[in-house]
């Protein structure tokens, strides 16, 4: 690049001093709460989740939607999403894109103001693939745990749930 004089700079590499790595956080009471625990423990279990069922394009969630609807054919959408903790005005989206990929299908109800829930075959199917995965899932989250410190765990946590 030239200067004012129109002569060309050479420019001299610098080498630069490597950094020192930063301190650790302090993260003060941060240890010690449940709910950040659980916000670590949480990311630490979907981003397993994601490794082992991301690739059938089903979130936790969604999953959770699909292994309820499994475990209870004919389920309203009303009750569905009241099981999930979500809004009807939620839950509505949620079905029309499952219903768009063929994996669920809406059936008038008994009272014909509702409509019963179902998976479809391809449904069925990819839960079932779902459900190898989870437990791989489960497997891999659970390793760290004795038998009865996980079932410590689910019991700990159906507590705080309720």
């Excluded at 397993?48 to 089903?58: I, K, N, Q, T």
């Excluded at 979500?86 to 409509?115: I, K």
């Excluded at 779902?130 to 009865?148: P, Q, S, T, V, Y």
């Amino acid at each position: 690049m030239p200067d004012r004089l129109g002569q060309k700079r050479i420019r001299v590499a610098r080498r630069r001093r490597p950094r020192a790595a930063p301190a650790p956080l302090r993260h003060g009471p941060l240890p010690g709460l449940i709910g950040y625990q659980l916000r670590l423990a949480q990311l630490a279990v979907f981003s397993d989740f994601a490794h082992s069922v991301g690739a059938l394009g089903v979130s936790p969630g969604r999953a959770g939607i699909l292994l309820l609807v499994e475990a209870n054919p004919g389920v309203t959408q009303s009750r569905l999403a009241e099981a999930v903790g979500l809004d009807r005005s939620t839950m509505v989206p949620v079905l029309d894109q499952f219903e768009a990929r063929g994996l669920v299908e809406r059936r008038r109800g008994e009272d014909r103001r509702t409509n019963g829930l179902w998976l479809t075959r391809t449904g069925k199917t990819l839960v079932a693939r779902m459900k190898r995965g989870i437990a791989a899932h489960e497997n891999r989250i659970a390793e760290r745990l004795a038998a009865h410190e996980r079932d410590l765990l689910l019991d700990l946590l159906r507590r705080l749930g309720n």
